[in-house]
């Protein structure tokens, strides 16, 4: 990921933006914000978006919107980056979980039944690397047994499921524009997406300190308010993400072509219901070591998305009697490697990575023919 590079094309947009910004004196929430929200909510196809200081924030505050907290459980993953987990937790209520699907790395939506109790209280897909978790089955559930559902959108900007965006596809969407996100800004911020006009009220005052207007505290909140610098960057960010995405997938269907067929690597699948947004693209490497220290010597970076289940973290060590109860997400932890995929990264890089691949791949097939 070289955001430099990324941002390079559209340096004098961001100036005069953040020109225009510094101008106005409106940092903290403001038109800058209000504008963001309305495109933001345009492009996922929601009445609301309301933004937010980040997408950990923006899952925490909707379970508070929604009144979830003590003595509630929500169904999880636990393969996820740990801010799922940390914003149940935050809200007082248990995470719940459930183990992943190994073609999709998404929640598995048969496992869902087995762990309902009279105090679950919604269900918490993420849409893993950018791909749409199995929604259609989850709100199938959700709506039998009378729970909310939250999309963690944080890597799926732009997905699609059945053409339609994510965000859009539950009660309520959470996103993240960390800037390494497929929308991402020039810090901190992020997102909550949603069709129910009382849920975003009680989101814009949650943020706000509780406000309903000035000096008027109604709920105890807290101060989420999105920056108006990041808002006028993500707006400029909105306009190229549609084109961002589809280079992603063109680097990512290169990867597919040339890596198809070479042992010891399981590509990742795209579901036939959904448009992928491939923010991290993530192949299954069994015995990985060998080939990170071919990518370390060859100079290419390369990320583990995520070398634990958050079961198995310190932090979560009241956890810890799960470890095995999740099968697929252990081992998943163990083989995923995720490939460079920036938009900015050009075809010839993307070759550099697939003959390395390539080579280890040779390497290792003759190791084992000899052995
Ligand atoms: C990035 C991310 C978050 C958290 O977003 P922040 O803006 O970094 O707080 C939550 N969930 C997932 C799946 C993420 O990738």
Same mark, same amino acid.
């Given at each position: 990921m070289d955001l430099k590079a990324r941002h390079a094309p559209m340096r004098c947009e961001f100036l005069s933006a953040m020109t225009a910004v510094m101008d106005s004196g409106k940092f903290a929430g403001g038109p800058f914000v209000e504008r963001f929200e309305e495109e933001f909510a345009a492009y996922c196809g929601t009445k609301y978006a309301i933004g937010v200081g980040s997408g950990t924030e923006a899952l925490w505050l909707t379970l508070v919107a929604m009144g979830i907290g003590p003595g509630d459980e929500v169904i999880t993953v636990p393969l996820t980056f740990v801010a799922t987990i940390e914003a149940i937790l935050l809200a007082g209520a248990q995470p719940v979980f459930v183990d992943i699907d190994p073609a999709t790395y998404t929640m598995n939506p048969s496992a869902i039944v087995k762990v309902l109790t009279a105090k679950t209280k919604a269900i918490l897909p993420v849409h893993l690397f950018g791909q749409p978790a199995d929604i259609g089955r989850i709100l199938e559930i959700a709506s039998a047994h009378g729970l909310s559902? $939250?999309?963690?959108?944080?890597?799926?900007?732009? &997905?699609?499921?059945?053409?339609?965006?994510?965000? /859009?596809?539950?009660?309520?969407?959470?996103? /993240?524009?960390?800037?390494?996100?497929?929308?991402?800004?020039?810090?901190?911020?992020? &997102? $909550?997406?949603?069709?129910? &006009?009382?849920?975003?009220?009680?989101?814009?005052?949650?943020?706000?300190?509780?406000? @309903? !207007?000035?000096?008027?505290?109604?709920?105890?909140?807290?101060?989420? !308010?999105?920056?108006?610098?990041?808002?006028?960057?993500?707006? $400029?960010?909105? !306009?190229?993400?549609?084109?961002?995405?589809?280079?992603?997938?063109?680097?990512?269907?290169?990867?597919?072509? &040339?890596?198809?067929?070479?042992?010891?690597?399981?590509?990742?699948?795209?579901? @036939?219901? /959904?448009?992928?947004?491939?923010? $991290?693209?993530?192949?299954?490497? /069994?015995?990985?070591? @060998?080939?990170?220290?071919?990518? =370390?010597?060859? +100079?290419?970076?390369?990320?583990?998305?995520?070398?634990?289940?958050?079961?198995?973290? =310190?932090?979560?060590? @009241?956890?810890? +009697?799960?470890? +095995?109860?999740?099968p697929i997400a252990e081992h998943c932890a163990d083989e995923l490697v995720s490939l460079p995929s920036s938009p900015e990264l050009s075809d010839a890089q993307v070759d550099q990575v697939i003959g390395v691949v390539s080579r280890w791949a040779g390497k290792k097939l003759k190791y084992h023919a000899t052995a």
């Open positions: 559902v $939250i999309e963690d959108a944080a890597q799926a900007h732009g &997905a699609e499921w059945h053409g339609r965006k994510a965000g /859009s596809l539950a009660d309520a969407g959470c996103f /993240s524009f960390y800037p390494g996100k497929n929308l991402g800004g020039f810090g901190e911020s992020g &997102a $909550i997406t949603t069709d129910d &006009a009382d849920l975003a009220v009680r989101l814009r005052m949650l943020r706000d300190h509780g406000q @309903s !207007r000035k000096n008027q505290h109604d709920l105890i909140g807290w101060n989420s !308010r999105m920056d108006g610098l990041q808002a006028a960057v993500l707006s $400029i960010m909105l !306009r190229h993400l549609d084109e961002a995405n589809r280079i992603r997938k063109h680097h990512a269907r290169h990867y597919q072509e &040339a890596l198809a067929g070479i042992g010891n690597v399981i590509l990742p699948c795209e579901s @036939s219901c /959904s448009s992928h947004a491939w923010h $991290i693209y993530a192949p299954r490497i /069994s015995e990985r070591d @060998s080939l990170l220290r071919d990518f =370390r010597k060859h +100079g290419i970076g390369y990320g583990i998305h995520y070398p634990m289940p958050v079961h198995h973290q =310190r932090a979560y060590q @009241s956890y810890a +009697g799960l470890k +095995g109860a999740f």
